[in-house]
């Protein structure tokens, strides 16, 4: 059983920045990509940024520059740095991991979601 817990979500104004923390808890072998996802009032679910185990990164183009990912695999825990933040970064931001159990079963995992409010 896997678990992961987020924090760090807030209320920021436009320009300021928020740092978002998740943490991966239970029966772990391994933890491959990790990464964070966004999804605003009435609008879908969307990629904001992965990291490999390797520590490989991706963003997607509205965040490139912005927001930096990082992980501490000896924390089994993925960051979130967001800088010079919009008000269309407001959204529940989701941390995902793709979990090797002990026993050898992957899982996509996925946290509660944290509320990040950009105020203009």
């Known amino acids: 059983q896997v678990q992961l817990v987020e924090s760090g979500g807030g209320l920021v104004q436009a320009g300021g920045s928020l740092r978002l923390s998740c943490a991966a808890s239970?029966?772990?072998?391994?933890?491959?990509?990790m990464g964070w996802y966004r999804q605003a009032p009435g609008k879908q679910r969307e990629l904001v940024a992965t990291?490999?185990?390797?520590?490989?990164?991706t963003y997607a183009d509205s965040v490139r520059g912005r927001f930096t990912i990082s992980r501490d695999n000896a924390k089994k825990s993925v960051y979130l740095q967001m800088n010079s933040l919009k008000p269309e970064d407001t959204a529940v931001y989701y941390c995902?991991?793709?979990?090797?159990?002990?026993?050898?079963?992957?899982?996509?995992?996925w946290g509660q979601g944290t509320q990040v409010t950009v105020s203009s």
């Open positions: 995902h991991a793709l979990v090797v159990t002990s026993l050898g079963p992957v899982f996509n995992s």
């Open positions: 239970g029966s772990i072998f391994s933890i491959n990509d």
């Open positions: 990291i490999t185990s390797g520590g490989s990164t």
